[in-house]
Nanobody
Framework: QVQLVESVGGLVQPGESLRLSCAAS????????MGWYRQAPGKQRELVAG???????NYAAAVQGRLTISRDNTQNTVFLQMSSLKPEDTAVYYC?????????WGQGTQVTVYS
């Protein structure tokens, strides 16, 4: 059974950094791709960063240059390094993995950027 376990988020001030991790219970190479989504109050869930099995990345325009997705194959873990955080980055962040057309989700972790 596939499980995605995210690290605890945090409460940070604007300009600060935070790193999220997502540990998979299976080899991350069994997925077609993985990514991080976020959902702010009253808004739809949106993709912020994606990573294909082959290492190709893509980012939402709002986070380009500030967020970086990466992986550690030996730990079956995907990371989201967030820098220069802004109040508008406040949301619940979800880890996602796709395999054979099926989406797997982590439990979500709260990131709050307050001024």
């Amino acid at each position: 059974q596939v499980q995605l376990v995210e690290s605890v988020g945090g409460l940070v001030q604007p300009g600060e950094s935070l790193r999220l991790s997502c540990a998979a219970s299976v080899s991350i190479f069994s997925f077609n791709g993985m990514g991080w989504y976020r959902q702010a109050p009253g808004k739809q869930r949106e993709l912020v960063a994606g990573l294909t099995r082959f290492g190709r990345t893509n980012y939402a325009a709002a986070v380009q240059g500030r967020l970086t997705i990466s992986r550690d194959n030996t730990q079956n873990t995907v990371f989201l390094q967030m820098s220069s955080l802004k109040p508008e980055d406040t949301a619940v962040y979800y880890c996602n993995a796709v395999r054979d057309g099926y989406d797997y989700w982590g439990q979500g972790t709260q990131v709050t950027v307050y001024s």
